[in-house]
Nanobody, 116 residues
Framework: QVQLVESGGGSVQAGGSLTLSCTAS????????MAWYRQAPGKQRELVAR???????IYEASVRRRFTISKDDNQKTVSLQKDFLHPEDAGTYYC??????????WGQGTQVSVSS
């Protein structure tokens, strides 16, 4: 069964923190680079952070030193700790493997809003 379930979104003030969580099915998680993506209203989905199967992490410049991606291989979960949030961090956050194909399954995402 294919599964991606994101949670942990909410509304925070600028400078606040949130932790997002994602539970993935084995078919998506095992052996793959996992990533968090963000889609702001009216914009395309964009990559935020990724974690390779062996644990190496890469962040987009706008979130570097503010966000931390981590995973639990046993639980098949991926987390995104978000600190010092900016209004431009708002959007719907999705997790998935990296790279994805056009036909790949996506979860419902979790929404984050940041007020200034």
């Amino acid at each position: 069964q294919v599964q991606l379930v994101e949670s942990g979104g909410g509304s925070v003030q600028a400078g606040g923190s949130l932790t997002l969580s994602c539970t993935a099915s084995a078919s998506i998680f095992n052996g793959n680079t996992m990533a968090w993506y963000r889609q702001a209203p009216g914009k395309q989905r964009e990559l935020v952070a990724r974690i390779f199967a062996f644990g190496h992490t890469i962040y987009e410049a706008s979130v570097r030193r503010r966000f931390t991606i981590s995973k639990d291989d046993n639980q098949k979960t991926v987390s995104l700790q978000k600190d010092f949030l900016h209004p431009e961090d708002a959007g719907t956050y999705y997790c998935n493997k990296r790279p994805t194909q056009a036909y790949d399954f996506w979860g419902q995402g979790t929404q984050v809003s940041v007020s200034s």
